[in-house]
C-alpha cells in the first residue's frame, strides 16, 4: 500500500513544479472579535496549489503517483478570508489514506480551469460547485445547475446568502 | 436504407422505473440509444445548508434521510467523521455493535437491490416481494435495538445509542441460518432465468479502466473487476479484525454487479458471524462515558469515509471551534455513481436503459440531497 503524507506530497510537487506551490497562509474562519481573545486559526497541512496550475498538478497525482481515483471535490467558503478554498481528495486504487490538494480562489472572483476534460470524475462534482457556490470551471464542457433550476439567481451555499425572506420564499417569513 | 431520425424523449421524473423523481433526456435513434442527459435536483432540499444551521448531534436523525435504505451506515460515515474533529475515542464493543448493523444494512440494501433490478427487467412485482420477504426480519432487529424500523437514528458520537436488548442476538442467530439458503434463492431467480439472463449479460458494460476514470465507486466499480473496497482499502472501526474476500466483476455488465452483489451479502454474513464470536470479549460498553454529545470540536477539518453498501460515503466538516459545523460535506455514492450513466446506456436499446440504471443502485435522497 502506497503512503505517502502532505509533506511528502508537497516535496515531490516542489521537485517537479516549484513554480504551482504557494505557502499556505492561515484563514480567519470567524469574524475578529470586539473584546476577547482571538480564535483559532484555520491552518491545513497539505499543498496549497496556484489555480492555474492545477489540472497539471492533477494530473501529475493520477499519472506519475498512480493516485488514480479522484474521491471528492469540497468548497468551502471562508467568507471572512475573503476566499474560496476547493479540496480535491485522490485516493491511490491500491489502497491507503487520502492525498488532498487544496486551491484558492478569491470570492469576486471565483474562476479556475475545470479538471473534467482531462479527468471525467470531476464532471458532477464541479457542477455542484458551480450551482452552489457559483465557482466558475473554465473549459467544463457543459456546467450547468445541477441542483437548482437554471433560472434561479444567486449561489444558496455562500455564506452570505440569506436564510430567510428571499424572493424564494416571499417576503419575511421571520 | 431506411430513412431514420434522431427524436427526443423523456424518461422521468414522473416514472416507475426511475427509483425517484429523476428524469433522463434520451436521444434515440430508432430503438437505439445515442446520447442520454440525466436530469435531477427534483428532491433536492440543500440538505448540506441545513445542517451547517444545525448542532452536530441535531444532523444525526438528518443523515437517516440521505439514503434512506441504509440509515445506519450513514450515521457511521457522519459519527466517525465528528469522532475524528473532535477526537472522541469509541469503545471496542459499540465498535462491533457498529460493524453488525452495518453488515445488516449491506444485506437488506443489496436484496432489495437486487428485487428491484429484477423488477426492472419486467419481473413485475414478484421477484420484489422476494427481495424484500427477508429485509422485514431485518427491520424488525433494527427496531429492536433503536426503535425505528427505517431512520434508526442509533448511533451516538462515542458508540451507539442503547446496547442490545437481550432478544437481540437469538432472533440475529434465526435469521443467520435462514439467510444463505435465501440468498441462494435471490441469486436463482436472476442465473436460471433465460430471459432475464438475455437482459442482463453483456448489458451496459462500464470497462475498468473507464469506471476508475469516472471516479465510481461500491459494486459498480468491482463489477468492472477492481477490487477496491474501503474496508479493505483504508480499513476502519474493527474491519481489519475480520477475514472476508471481496467479490469483483470480469466484464463489469448488468449480470456482473449483479452477481457482486449476492457474493456481498454472502461475505457480510461472514462478518456477521465473526462479530457474534467476537462480541463477548469486547472491552467497554455500548459508548464512551466520557463523551460529549454536545460537542465543540477545535477549529480544524476532518474526513471519514466509509464502504456504504452503495459504494464510498464520506463527510467533509470543517469546524470553527463552535457548536455547529462551519461546512458539512457529503460525498454522496448514489451521485457520483451516475456519472458515467451516459457511457454506459450509448448503444443499447431504450428498454435496457432502466435496467442499467437499476444495476447502478440510486436512492434519490442522496443523490439531490
Redesign the interface.
Known sequence: MPELTPAELRARLAEVMPMALLEPEPLAITPPPSHGPQPGLFQPSDPLVKPDHLVAAALFMRDTLGYAYLSDIAVVDYLYAGCFELVYRFYHPAGGSSLVLRVRVPRDHPVLPSLTPHWPAANFHEREAFDLFGIEFTGHPHLRRIYMWDEFEGFPMRKDFPRQGDKYLGGDEG | MLQTQELQVNIGPQHPSTHGVFRMLVTVDGETVVDLKPV??YL?R?H??LAE?NTYLQNMPYTDRLDYFNSMANNHAYAMAVERLAGIEVPERAEYIRVLMVELTRILNHASAVGFMINDMGAWQTPLAFGMREREKILDLFEMASGARLMCNYFRFGGVARDLPPEFIPNLRELLRALPAYIDELERLLRDNEILLQRAVGIGILPPEVA????V?GPVLRGSG?P?DVR???PYSVYDRFDFDIPVGKVGDVYDRFLVRIEEMRQSKRIIEQVLEQLPDAKGGHINPKARQNVRP????A?A?IESPKG?L?F?L?S???AKP??Y?V?APS??N???LADMCRGYKVADIVVILGSIDIVMGEV??
Not at chain 2, 476508475?212 to 471516479?215: D, H, Q
Open positions: 435531477f435536483g433536492h440543500n448540506e445548508q444551521a476508475l476514470s469516472y471516479g465507486s477492481i477496491y479493505k482499502a483504508e477545535p477549529v480544524g477539518d474526513y469515509r464510498e464520506g467533509y470543517v470553527d471551534g463552535s462551519y461546512r460535506k460525498r451521485f457520483i451516475l456519472t458515467p439531490d440531497r
